[in-house]
């Protein structure tokens, strides 16, 4: 019993100690669950909502919630990690945009995707991006899909 009490105020120490460290950050498995129903009553017109969660200069992370397809996209200078957290949806990396268009400084966006790899993404799945990799997220009709997004600048 005292050893387990030692455990217990030995991990409760360290925790508070993790909270002190400069850039520290720590998102619940429940946390990020949430966003679900936060984001759904603030979907746009393209059928997206997002939630920045923090900046660190060369990276960034967020949540976003679907509801329906995305653009097609490409960031010539961004890594993107994609951590889905509710729901599916299919991702198709590569191949071509369809009717690019230049909306920033080293980012593109499209109405679709020409050839590329399609994959479903669920829960769990951990997705790299690699910069200037054309990739889009479809979400089917009447389904949704929550995912935690990390942008890395190279």
């Not at 268009?101 to 050839?115: F, M, N």
């Amino acid at each position: 019993m005292k050893q387990t009490l030692a455990i217990v105020i030995g991990l409760a120490g360290m925790a508070a100690i993790a909270a002190d460290v400069p850039g520290y950050v720590y998102w619940s498995s429940g946390s990020l669950k949430s966003y679900e129903k936060k984001l759904a009553p603030k979907i746009d017109a393209n059928k997206v909502a997002t939630q920045p969660l923090g900046n660190w200069g060369n990276h960034l992370a967020m949540i976003a919630h679907r509801e329906g397809d995305g653009e097609a996209e490409l960031h010539a200078k961004v890594v993107d990690f994609f951590l889905p957290q509710g729901g599916e949806a299919t991702l198709i990396v590569g191949g071509t945009i369809v009717e690019p268009r230049d909306t920033g400084p080293g980012e593109v966006r499209g109405k679709a995707i020409l050839g590329g790899t399609k994959q479903k993404i669920v829960a769990g799945d951990v997705i790299r991006i690699p910069q200037n990799t054309p990739h889009q997220v479809l979400v089917e009709q009447g389904k949704q899909f929550t995912y935690f997004v990390i942008k890395v600048n190279q």
